[in-house]
Every structure is written in C-alpha cells, then in structure tokens.
C-alpha cells in the first residue's frame, strides 16, 4: 500500500519538572516521590494513503494536537515509529528532517498568532521559499509568492500590507499561502476554521479541497467538531485520552458508529431544530487526567455501556467490518464471532 504517512503505536508523554508537591503520591500507606508525565499520545496508530484526507477529532485536550506536532517531529515522540512516503522519520536528526520539512507543511489554527506581524505579506511566503533554496533568486522568489498568493485568491497589491490589515479568513489563506509556498505533499491542518466564523469556514474547507485536487496534496486534518470534517474527510480517527478509539471511512463513522463515545460525538451536532450544543450530550463527568491514567478503557468513568471488564483491562483494537476499527469491549472483531 501506498502510504504517504504511515504512524504506529504512537507515544508522546510531557514529563512534569515543577513542583515538589506535584511528584508525591501516597503508595502503600507512605509518602513516596514519583516522576510524573502528562500522557498525551497513549498509543495511535494510522495511516495515510497519497491524496487522501484523513481527519483526528475529539475533545479538546484529547492528545490531536500533540499527535499531529510529533508527527512532524516538532516534538520527539517517546515511543512508536513514524514513516513519510516509507521513511523511518522517527529518529532521524533536526539536520536530517530539513530534507522532509518542504514536504510535510503545517497549518494552525490561529493564523494571526502565526504569522510574524512586523513583516509584510510576501515576505512571510518568500522567506520558506528561500530558506529551502527553491528558488536561484529573490526575484524567482517573489514570482513563486505572488503565483502562490494568488491561488488561495490574496492579489498581488495586498502583498505589501501586514498581516493585521487582513480579515481571519484572509490571514488564513495567507497561512495556507504559506504551507504551498514549499510545495509540500502532505498538509497537517490543525483546526485550521476553528477561529473563524462559521460563514468563512466554508469558504476556507472548499479551497483546500480545491488545492488538495490541483496540487494532489493528502491532509491529517484536525478538528474538535465532527461537523466540521464531514464533508471534507474520505476516513476519520475518533480520539479519547490520547487513543484513537474508532477508525472508519466518513459514511461508516456517521452511519454507522460503534463506540459509545463516538455516537457521543454524534449526538452532540447540531440538531436541525435545535440550537448548536457545544456540551457532549449524554455523556457524563469529565475527561479524565492524563496524569494518572485509567488502568482499563479510558472512557469507563464517562460510559454508559460499560461492562466490569472495563474497569480493568484496556480493550484491543478489533475490525468490525472493512477498514472500521473499534477499541471497545462491547465488540468482537469480524474473525472472533
Ligand atoms: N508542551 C506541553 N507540556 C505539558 N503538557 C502538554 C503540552 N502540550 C500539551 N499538553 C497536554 O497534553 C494533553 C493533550 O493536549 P493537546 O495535544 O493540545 O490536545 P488537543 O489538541 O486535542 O486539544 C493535554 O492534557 C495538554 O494539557
Ligand atoms: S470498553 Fe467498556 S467502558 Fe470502554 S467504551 Fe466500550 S463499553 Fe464503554
Ligand atoms: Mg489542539
């Protein structure tokens, strides 16, 4: 298979430096001192195939964006392995990323704060262009900028202004100007139209759609929303605690989701007579902490359906049906039926 990228068993964990109290735990009735780390990414495993948009959503602090940072080695991963066109990425140095930085781009959710304020517009796309030398010259340069300015509809006349001179969905297309100055193969977008009004979110998801088909790009798209991801993604991986917890093509995941904190995640779009509802309905408690971790299914404390195998043993991934994957003991796979 093909695989632009291809992640396994991915493990990102931030160990916590600060603070004496903070390492103490009680432990057979005695103080003891204990390091402790923040475990973001708990294990997740996908894989991108060329040209194809594959989507992360989940709750905020679900481990997305960690994922997606040391996925392209902005952060280093403590444990799993990372492939980019068949690569092994994972532990290769700074100086040897540089070569795969042109090709994997990323783009963030707030353009502003991304986007360096004291310079002008087609500077902030020429100096990428520069730095990776494609471009023999300042002039070839700024033509590449403009023609790249241009295709996400920024003309060439408000090159010259700053970024604070523009609208959110303009500084957008600017940031997105920027990820296709380096002509990349694969677009990380985290929440790229969460910032931005719903009626510019639209416009923003249909020109890198427009991209993705001009430009033969493949996108890890972030999102907090499922209905945000809908219409743009062809397969999407549900995310709790730093685990994807259900794996499906988009028609499989909304037609026919399995996991009891995925058909959460349904439930809590926005209803046609109802008003948007930004609370998980039907679901119960909070996130737990990604300190300590649950030592079964790290959905227990807020599932409905749970067994009392839950509470003790973490559920394996099992295929349900063609490329539908579920970490949930309510399951069997299509082989152990
Ligand atoms: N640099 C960091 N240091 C310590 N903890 C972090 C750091 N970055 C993220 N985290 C923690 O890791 C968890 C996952 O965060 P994040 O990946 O940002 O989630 P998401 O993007 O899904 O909202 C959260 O508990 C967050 O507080
Ligand atoms: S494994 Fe158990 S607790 Fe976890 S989602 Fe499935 S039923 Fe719920
Ligand atoms: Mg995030």
Redesign the pocket.
């Known amino acids: 298979m093909n695989f632009i990228l291809d992640v396994k068993n991915l493990e990102k964990r931030?160990e916590?430096t600060s603070g004496f109290l903070n390492s103490l735990t009680f432990k057979n009735g005695k103080l003891t001192k204990e390091k402790k780390a923040?475990h973001?990414?708990n294990g997740v495993s996908f894989a991108i195939k060329k040209g194809e948009v594959f989507s992360l959503v989940?709750?905020?602090?679900?481990?997305?964006?960690?994922?997606a940072?040391t996925v392209i080695k902005l952060y280093e991963p403590n444990n799993g392995e990372i492939f980019f066109e068949g690569n092994d990425i994972t532990n290769i140095s700074r100086k040897e990323m540089l070569k795969y930085r042109s090709k994997i781009q990323m783009i963030f959710q707030d353009p502003y704060a991304s986007l360096n304020p004291r310079q002008k517009v087609i500077d902030i796309i020429m100096e990428p262009i520069l730095f990776h030398k494609l471009a023999n010259s300042k002039q070839e340069a700024e033509q590449k900028a403009f023609a790249v300015l241009e295709k996400v509809g920024i003309r060439p006349e408000q090159a010259y202004r700053f970024p604070h001179q523009f609208s959110g969905g303009q500084r957008q297309r600017i940031g997105i100007a920027r990820a296709l100055a380096l002509e990349p193969e694969l677009i990380v977008a985290?929440?790229p139209v969460s910032a931005l009004d719903v009626s510019i979110q639209a416009q923003i998801l249909n020109l890198m759609m427009d991209l993705k088909e001009e430009l033969n790009l493949s996108y890890l798209f972030?999102a907090?929303d499922l209905s945000v991801i809908k219409h743009i993604s062809d397969r999407i991986g549900v995310?709790y605690l730093?685990k994807i917890v259900e794996t499906g093509t988009t028609e499989e995941i909304f037609s026919n989701p399995k996991h009891p904190y995925t058909k959460a995640l349904l439930e809590a779009l926005p209803k046609i007579n109802g008003k948007n509802m930004v609370d998980f309905k039907g679901l119960k408690g909070e996130v737990q902490s990604?300190i300590n971790l649950p030592k079964g299914c790290y959905f227990c404390d807020r599932c409905n359906e749970s067994l009392d195998i839950c509470h003790h043993t973490i559920p394996v991934e099992q295929e349900i049906t063609k490329d539908h994957y579920v970490s949930c003991h309510l399951y069997k796979g299509k082989d152990n039926e």
């Open positions: 931030f916590l923040v973001a990414v989940g709750e905020s602090g679900c481990g997305k964006s960690t994922t940072r985290d929440e972030i907090h995310m730093g990604p």
